[in-house]
Every structure is written in C-alpha cells, then in structure tokens.
C-alpha cells in the first residue's frame, strides 16, 4: 500500500513539473492583462509556487524511501529521476522568461 502512496505522491510530483511548463507560458500572456504587470507577476507567483509543491513531494517520498529502506546510499526510480529534472528544468526555464521579460528581449 505504502508503495502505491509513494508512486502517486512522484506523480503528483510529475504532474507539478509539467504544471509549471504549462504556467509558464500561460504567465506570459497574463503580462497582458490590465495596465500593469501585476497580473504577470501573480501567474510568476502560482508557477513558482507549483514547482515548490512538487518538490517538496519528491522529497517526501525520497525521505520515505529512505526511511523504509534504510539505506545510505541516494537511490532514486527511474521516475523520480525524470520528475526531478523536469521540476529543475521547470524552475530554470521559468527564471529565464522572467529575466529575459525584464531585458526586453
């Protein structure tokens, strides 16, 4: 049961991460909205705070794992490699549109 738990908290996870590339091109839009950019910077806010969930959920079942398992070593599924890079990857790219929206590009 708690191995069902784990793979839908990683996939909650995974699901964060794609929810911060699909934020992520929804906030430019929303730069759009009204006289200023406080919109912009409420759709920066909700990305962010996407990718925090799904980290903090990986890490949960990476302390979980661990504490089952009660291994030293950083054993990590295959999933929750991918989940990994795609929260990463997710934060860097929506970090990228926001310094070059700032620069003007």
């Not at 991460?17 to 806010?45: C, E, K």
Request: hydrophobic residues 50%; contains cysteine; neutral net charge.
């Amino acid at each position: 049961m708690t191995l069902i738990k784990k793979e839908f908290l990683t996939f909650l996870s995974f699901l964060s991460g794609i929810g911060v590339f699909l934020m992520s091109s929804a906030f430019q839009s929303m730069a759009y909205w009204g006289n200023d950019s406080t919109w912009y910077w409420i759709g920066v806010s909700f990305t962010y705070f996407l990718g925090l969930i799904g980290i903090v959920l990986l890490v949960f079942v990476i302390k979980r794992r661990k504490e089952e398992k009660e291994e030293s070593g950083f054993g990590l599924s295959m999933f929750e490699m991918v989940t990994s890079i795609t929260l990463i990857c997710g934060f860097l790219w929506t970090t990228f549109i926001i310094i070059a929206g700032m620069s003007g590009i």
